[in-house]
């Protein structure tokens, strides 16, 4: 890259798809090593292989501070301490994933509809 980690990334960059956008972020939030992390779909531009890498470091990066993790593919948040579910700008559930899952409302839904439409894909 020109620039290497330093290179200037905006809305318009034409050089760099959305994947790899997404990707030199998250190195350099890895590299800044903050004390608070705030990841917005931090990998929704990523393939799913690329994804289960990116999730391991992440969990690394996570351990000992504060992070804020905005996601839709809640297989990223699995292993979170807290999950706030919101709906219509609500918070409408909150809990671990085991506990939302036994718990069996609108965060079992969404989880559920997101792993069967996989299956269903992959079939």
């Known amino acids: 890259l020109p620039g ?3 290179m200037e990334l905006n809305e318009e960059a034409t ?16 590299l800044a090593d ?14 799913t292989r690329t994804e289960v890498l990116i999730q391991k470091a992440m969990d690394n990066l996570m351990k000992g501070r504060t992070s804020f993790i905005i996601a839709h593919r809640l297989s ?13 700008g609500d918070i409408v559930e909150q809990g ?25 894909t992959c079939a």
């Open 34 to 47: 903050p004390k608070i992390l705030i990841l917005d779909e931090a990998t929704s531009s990523v393939d």
């Open 15 to 30: 050089n760099v798809s959305q994947g790899q956008k997404q990707l030199l972020t998250i190195a350099r939030a890895i």
């Open 4 to 6: 290497g980690y330093n």
């Open 76 to 88: 990223t948040i699995r292993d979170a301490d807290l999950i706030l579910v919101m709906k219509d």
């Open 96 to 120: 671990t994933h085991e506990a939302l899952l036994d718990k069996g409302g609108f965060y079992a839904d969404l989880y559920n509809s997101q792993f069967e439409s996989t299956d269903q």
